[in-house]
């Protein structure tokens, strides 16, 4: 499979130093402010953190010698991968103050920024902008995999997705130039398609994950073959990123090829032998579009969990992978914290089927809206992701799917590839063949 270098889904700027001029003047505000705070009277936590999760973190880091050692080696590391960076690198020596800095972001809402000339300037993924040069290092590798260190960061992500869901929140839904409503951010974002109210303070948004789970009005994304058993429909408004057949149960997934591990990817589910050489269609979601999942098919939910896993994992890249974790998105489908839900198709042709959620980075909560038993209907709510980057994969077993359409198929080039809107349709399934 080809590198992909862009920053897929526009969270973060494809412009290096947008990412760097933007570390560094967190880094400024965060030292104004311990200026003023000298005394620390109004800081929580010994280490002056205002979290007591990021306090908890940095226990964990002074405290245990093997992450303490990993986490100033993969700064280490970093500083020497942006050497070479002619845009400059972030003033961050210390774990000390990358802790500081997402301290900080906890207490903020992403600001919007229209499309450049040089790409967005779009921080969607602070979080990740803060440790995105350090992700891909080889100590990086091993530090965000690790059970203690994603706990921690569970932790820090549920905390700010409570203050994303605070009215305090929403006082970036206004129509300045940097406002989510503003002109440029109404016409991106096609505000007219989603249910809202112009006339009332945030378009009647209470919250940041409010607006960021908005709903389409009735009629805007059809059903595609909804009297079709064996149309297929896309579960998202997404990009298309992979199209994978002959898909095993296990593989060595964290090889550069980055195959898909059926075992892995559904958390060593019962149900992983029956894909077997099926096929696994995955998508990226953007950052300005629709983060709700559809049903594909209509049929009963067979069995729906959550899976525990990383945040920030890439794998292991040399030199600098400066679109992580966008070029590791096949690997993270076995790796980070995700939402699986098994659909048993009514039509049989179909059968079993798997759809997955996958967080990325600031993804602190895949929601899922269904539960074991259900009936749904092609096109139903399945869930949605409360804020950050995400991709999601369809696992449909060997033999059932016959075409997919055009608009489903991956572009040699990312820029050529097409948004498929939400339950239209993306493939067809095959016709049981007549017995002999």
């Given at each position: 499979?080809?590198?992909?270098?862009?920053r897929l889904?526009?969270?973060?700027?494809?412009?290096?130093?947008?990412i760097?001029?933007?570390i560094?003047?967190?880094?400024?505000d965060?030292?104004?402010k311990?200026?003023?705070?000298?005394?620390?009277?109004?800081?929580?936590?010994?280490?002056g953190?205002?979290?007591?999760?990021?306090?908890?973190?940095?226990?964990l880091?002074?405290?245990?010698?093997?992450?303490?050692?990993l986490?100033?080696?993969?700064?280490?590391?970093?500083?020497?991968?942006?050497k070479?960076?002619?845009?400059?690198?972030?003033?961050?020596?210390?774990?000390?103050?990358?802790?500081?800095?997402?301290?900080?972001?906890?207490?903020?809402?992403?600001?919007?920024?229209?499309?450049?000339?040089?790409?967005?300037?779009?921080?969607?993924?602070?979080?990740?902008?803060?440790l995105d040069?350090?992700?891909?290092?080889?100590?990086?590798?091993?530090?965000?995999?690790?059970?203690?260190?994603?706990?921690?960061?569970e932790?820090?992500?549920?905390?700010?997705?409570?203050y994303?869901?605070?009215?305090?929140?929403?006082?970036?839904l206004?129509?300045?130039s940097?406002?989510?409503?503003?002109?440029?951010?109404?016409?991106?974002?096609?505000?007219?398609?989603?249910?809202?109210?112009?006339?009332?303070?945030?378009?009647?948004?209470?919250?940041?994950?409010?607006?960021?789970t908005?709903?389409?009005?009735?009629?805007?994304?059809?059903?595609?073959?909804a009297d079709?058993?064996?149309?297929?429909v896309?579960?998202?408004?997404?990009?298309p990123?992979?199209?994978?057949?002959?898909?095993?149960?296990?593989?060595?997934?964290?090889?550069?090829?980055?195959?898909y591990?059926l075992?892995y990817?559904?958390?060593?589910?019962?149900?992983?032998?029956?894909?077997?050489?099926?096929?696994v269609?995955?998508a990226?979601l953007?950052?300005?579009?629709?983060?709700r999942?559809?049903?594909?098919?209509?049929?009963?939910?067979?069995?729906?969990?959550?899976?525990?896993?990383?945040?920030?994992?890439?794998?292991?890249s040399?030199?600098?992978?400066?679109?992580?974790?966008n070029?590791?998105?096949?690997?993270?489908?076995h790796v980070?914290?995700?939402?699986?839900?098994?659909?048993?198709?009514?039509?049989?042709?179909?059968?079993?089927?798997?759809?997955?959620?996958?967080?990325?980075?600031?993804?602190s909560?895949?929601?899922?809206?269904?539960?074991?038993?259900q009936?749904?209907?092609k096109g139903?709510?399945?869930?949605?992701?409360?804020?950050?980057?995400?991709t999601h994969c369809?696992i449909f077993?060997?033999?059932?799917?016959?075409m997919?359409?055009?608009?489903?198929?991956?572009?040699e080039?990312?820029?050529?590839?097409?948004?498929?809107?939400?339950?239209?349709?993306?493939a067809v399934?095959?016709?049981?063949?007549?017995e002999l």
């Amino acid at each position: 499979m080809q590198e992909r270098n862009a920053r897929l889904g526009n969270w973060l700027p494809s412009d290096r130093k947008l990412i760097t001029d933007w570390i560094n003047e967190l880094i400024a505000d965060v030292k104004a402010k311990e200026n003023t705070l000298c005394n620390g009277t109004d800081m929580q936590g010994a280490a002056g953190f205002q979290h007591e999760e990021v306090s908890e973190f940095k226990d964990l880091l002074d405290n245990d010698p093997r992450l303490h050692s990993l986490a100033a080696q993969m700064i280490e590391q970093g500083h020497d991968y942006c050497k070479e960076d002619p845009t400059g690198e972030p003033q961050i020596n210390s774990y000390d103050l990358m802790l500081k800095l997402i301290d900080e972001i906890m207490n903020r809402t992403p600001k919007y920024m229209p499309p450049g000339a040089k790409g967005r300037g779009l921080i969607g993924f602070p979080i990740n902008a803060i440790l995105d040069w350090c992700m891909g290092t080889p100590a990086g590798y091993a530090f965000f995999l690790d059970t203690k260190v994603n706990q921690c960061f569970e932790k820090i992500l549920k905390a700010w997705c409570r203050y994303l869901s605070s009215e305090d929140s929403a006082k970036v839904l206004n129509g300045d130039s940097d406002g989510w409503l503003c002109e440029a951010a109404l016409q991106e974002l096609q505000m007219d398609l989603f249910d809202c109210d112009p006339e009332k303070p945030h378009y009647g948004f209470g919250s940041w994950n409010e607006f960021f789970t908005r709903t389409f009005l009735p009629g805007k994304r059809p059903v595609e073959g909804a009297d079709d058993p064996y149309v297929i429909v896309s579960a998202c408004e997404s990009v298309p990123y992979r199209i994978c057949t002959n898909a095993q149960k296990d593989t060595k997934f964290w090889l550069k090829g980055q195959p898909y591990s059926l075992e892995y990817m559904l958390n060593q589910d019962e149900s992983a032998d029956m894909f077997v050489g099926g096929t696994v269609y995955q998508a990226f979601l953007s950052a300005t579009k629709y983060h709700r999942w559809h049903s594909p098919v209509s049929g009963t939910i067979k069995r729906c969990f959550l899976v525990p896993g990383t945040y920030y994992a890439e794998l292991s890249s040399y030199p600098y992978d400066d679109a992580g974790p966008n070029n590791s998105q096949c690997y993270i489908t076995h790796v980070a914290a995700r939402a699986v839900i098994l659909i048993d198709s009514k039509n049989k042709d179909i059968g079993l089927m798997a759809f997955i959620a996958v967080g990325m980075a600031e993804v602190s909560s895949c929601v899922m809206t269904v539960k074991e038993g259900q009936d749904v209907e092609k096109g139903d709510e399945l869930g949605f992701f409360q804020f950050g980057g995400s991709t999601h994969c369809l696992i449909f077993q060997k033999d059932v799917i016959d075409m997919f359409v055009q608009d489903a198929i991956p572009a040699e080039n990312d820029d050529d590839s097409k948004t498929v809107k939400v339950c239209a349709k993306l493939a067809v399934a095959k016709k049981k063949r007549e017995e002999l």
